[in-house]
């Protein structure tokens, strides 16, 4: 599996950004699916992450309330909508894939995209 990830930009604190990653190579409608995010200096952190069929998620507790994860099999990518970006939120954010949901497990994602910029100014 393939990931691609896309829509990080620079944005005001408030402000809203939705991510995107296209997959390839093999659908994805059987994986679980993740967001993490690496700011400079800290760990790579789980931010959400989404079940195969969609009925489970999960969220941080930084993000919950103000962050949403979402899937269209059909479209083999997953989606974060972000809003009320604060500037703590400012990382390199990375979709992964699971072979199962694995909540925020790193560990367990097979699969990485390149990563996308996010940088939220105050």
């Known amino acids: 599996v393939q990931l691609q990830a896309s829509g990080g930009g620079l944005v005001q604190a408030g402000g809203s950004l939705r991510l995107s990653c296209a997959a390839s190579?093999?659908?994805?409608?059987?994986?679980?699916l993740g967001w993490f995010r690496q700011a400079p200096g800290k760990e790579r952190e789980s931010v959400a992450a989404?079940?195969?069929?969609?009925?489970?998620?999960y969220y941080a507790d930084s993000v919950q309330g103000r962050f949403t994860i979402s899937r269209v099999n059909a479209y083999n990518t997953v989606y974060l909508q972000m809003d009320s970006l604060k500037p703590e939120d400012t990382a390199v954010y990375y979709c992964a894939a699971s072979r199962t949901y694995s909540g925020s497990v790193r560990r367990a994602y097979n699969y990485w995209g390149q990563g996308t910029q996010v940088t939220v100014s105050s």
């Open positions: 989404i079940s195969e069929s969609g009925r489970f998620t």
């Open positions: 190579g093999r659908t994805i409608s059987s994986y679980g």
